[in-house]
Nanobody
Framework: QVQLQESGPGLVKPSQTLSLTCTVSGDSITTNYYYWTWTRQPPGKGLEWIGYIAYSGMTYYSPSFKSRTSISRDTSKNQFALQLSSVTPEDTAVYYC??????????????WGQGTQVTVSS
């Protein structure tokens, strides 16, 4: 069964780049029905979808994040990563990595990491 774990610095200074890694176990990130996703939840707000990298390496980003977001992967380590540039205190949030498994159009499962707190502050 797929398990995910976020890791990275919990504190980032304004104007710097936020970098997080998600380590996946239980299946390969290249298996051809997974979409590997980054989502965040600012304090007092709902979930915000950032983007994903598909099993093929194709990426897609929310329009609100596209200009400063990069999602990548390292298949040898079975990891995928998030980079969010030019951060401000508004980027403070709990960041989650997750997997969407789509075996068929009516067979969809979601797997979530536990989340990691990232604070943007000087």
């Amino acid at each position: 069964q797929v398990q995910l774990q976020e890791s990275g610095p919990g504190l980032v200074k304004p104007s710097q780049t936020l970098s997080l890694t998600c380590t996946v176990s239980g299946d390969s990130i290249t298996t051809n029905y997974y979409y590997w996703t980054w989502t965040r939840q600012p304090p007092g707000k709902g979930l915000e979808w950032i983007g994903y990298i598909a099993y093929s390496g194709m990426t897609y980003y929310s329009p609100s994040f596209k200009s400063r977001t990069s999602i990548s992967r390292d298949t040898s380590k079975n990891q995928f990563a998030l980079q969010l540039s030019s951060v401000t205190p508004e980027d403070t949030a709990v960041y989650y990595c997750s997997a969407k498994e789509i075996r068929t159009i009516v067979a969809v499962l979601d797997y979530w990491g536990q989340g990691t707190q990232v604070t943007v502050s000087s």
